[in-house]
């Protein structure tokens, strides 16, 4: 049971009253404020991205390869070609092992993460198998080659790699590269540059 209210009471009572109704009055008055005129202002970041871009003259057809026990990986054309082997061979884990590490583990389950089964990929490979594949073009970039192969029955294959350890590999590391994600749209001028803007926001 509580006591009755003594005057020291009372007055501490009233001063947290008094401060709160400060409070909430400070609160209510800070819900507008007064600005200046908008200043604009604009960031520019430029990336510079350097390519070293070579066509095969005359265009070379991939040897292709029986099997995994003959890949090789000493160059981005024994890679390429080692990679191609293994889809016109349907062999799945001798195309995962042209990709690295990092990029052939999760490939699994980035498919199966949008639906896309083995056997619907083996299926599309199949179309390879009579067709003639050549080498056309090579672009180097950093620790990247993107090696371009010509298909005779139409369309071209893209085998983009990274050197690890003096071994080329297939990489996903170039999805966001220009080369790739602008590809054909890419205007060079004639002192070899390309521009690309994009308002971010």
Do not use: C
């Not at 990247?144 to 010509?150: D, E, M, P, R, S």
């Not at 350890?165 to 590809?183: C, F, H, I, M, Y």
């Amino acid at each position: 049971m509580r006591g009755p209210v003594t005057a020291r009471h009372a007055t501490h009572a009233a001063v947290v009253i008094l401060v709160s109704a400060g409070v909430a009055t400070i609160l209510a008055r800070s819900q507008t404020y007064q600005m200046s005129i908008p200043v604009k202002r604009e960031v520019t970041v430029e990336l510079h991205y350097n390519y070293s871009i070579r066509e095969y003259t005359p265009r070379i057809q991939v040897a292709v390869l029986e099997s995994a026990a003959r890949a090789s990986y000493e160059s981005p054309e024994a890679a390429a070609t080692s990679h191609v082997s293994a889809m016109i061979a349907g062999d799945w884990e001798w195309f995962l092992g042209t990709w690295t590490a990092q990029f052939g583990r999760s490939l699994e389950r980035d498919l199966q993460a949008q639906g896309i089964a083995r056997e619907a990929v083996l299926r599309k490979w199949e179309a390879l198998k009579n067709a003639k594949v050549e080498f056309s073009s090579r672009i180097d970039t950093g620790s990247f080659a993107i090696v371009t192969l010509a298909v005779s029955t139409g369309g071209t294959l893209i085998v983009p790699l990274k050197v690890v350890d003096r071994q080329w590999r297939v990489t996903n590391e170039l999805k966001d590269d220009p080369a790739l994600s602008a590809g054909p749209q890419l205007k060079w001028g004639p002192d070899g540059k390309a521009v690309i803007q994009k308002v971010v926001r």
